[in-house]
């Protein structure tokens, strides 16, 4: 009897609450969250295939009032249809959308819209600092946010995997290294010298660039997100706030932005 109460009570709770769905369609995973009042209370994290099926499985079960989707690709079409035939107010994230922050990118058409979710976070969460937002997934972007609320832009380089693909196939010879194994400053065969070169020019890269922007702006503040921070987040030498659900907290930061209360 207890547990049917508590499961009914959880039941009214949830329906009490404006529920938003986010979802980050990146290069090789979905991410989506549900947020209650703002605050996260499932995550899911599944490969582009399944997107479909487990989205409409999620918003089955939570019934949310609005929707967010960024995609870096176009593979999201479907699954875009799907929210805005279920969900009334549906926000497809792009670079006509309103937002809560300045964007200065002179090409915001070519703008990856995760970058914008993630800045809009970063100034929220630290509005008082010049954030630069580093995400390492396929690619590594550094984005500066401005303690004004300016989006000013950054760098983008190859991510991990981009890096040692790319040395297999480019080359006549060269293996095709995973990731996991052992990590040397001096390698001692060729798979050691490659994951070696690749992580640690990444490390090397990241700390550098931290530096340089350290050297032009004060009231100073990284934060490391992505898919592959925290393999980094204990390897990079700077001092950095890690938050891997960045993107996540900016996208329902937007959709509230353009829709601050259910219809």
Not at 23 to 45: L, M, R, S, Y
Not at 154 to 172: C, E, F, N, Q, W
Not at 210 to 221: G, K, P, R
Request: charged share 20%; hydrophobic share 40%; net charge neutral.
């Amino acid at each position: 009897m207890h547990r049917i109460f508590t499961i009914l009570l959880t039941f009214f709770n949830i329906q009490s609450m404006s529920i938003n769905i986010c979802i980050d369609w990146g290069n090789t995973n979905v991410k989506a969250a549900i947020f209650a009042d703002n605050k996260i209370i499932e995550q899911f994290n599944f490969a582009p295939n399944d997107a479909l099926e487990k989205i409409t499985f999620a918003i089955t079960k939570y019934e949310p009032q609005k929707a967010i989707i960024c995609s870096v690709n176009d593979d999201s079409a479907k699954l875009e249809k799907v929210l805005k035939d279920k969900i009334k107010t549906t926000v497809s994230l792009n670079d006509k959308t309103s937002l809560p922050i300045m964007n200065a990118y002179s090409s915001p058409d070519t703008l990856g819209v995760d970058r914008i979710a993630m800045v809009t976070a970063a100034n929220e969460l630290f509005p008082d600092k010049n954030n630069l937002v580093i995400c390492i997934g396929t690619c590594i972007t550094y984005n500066l946010m401005q303690k004004n609320r300016i989006f000013r832009g950054g760098a983008i380089s190859p991510g991990l995997r981009m890096r040692l693909k790319a040395m297999h196939d480019y080359t006549g010879r060269l293996p095709l290294v995973d990731v996991d194994g052992d990590l040397l400053l001096l390698g001692y065969d060729t798979e050691t010298c490659m994951r070696g070169g690749a992580v640690l020019g990444i490390i090397v890269e990241i700390d550098g660039l931290i530096n340089e922007y350290q050297n032009q702006y004060t009231d100073f503040n990284v934060i490391l997100t992505g898919g592959d921070a925290p393999y980094f987040a204990t390897k990079i030498k700077s001092r950095i706030f890690a938050d891997p659900d960045l993107i996540l907290k900016g996208l329902n930061l937007i959709v509230n932005y353009n829709v601050p209360f259910p219809r």
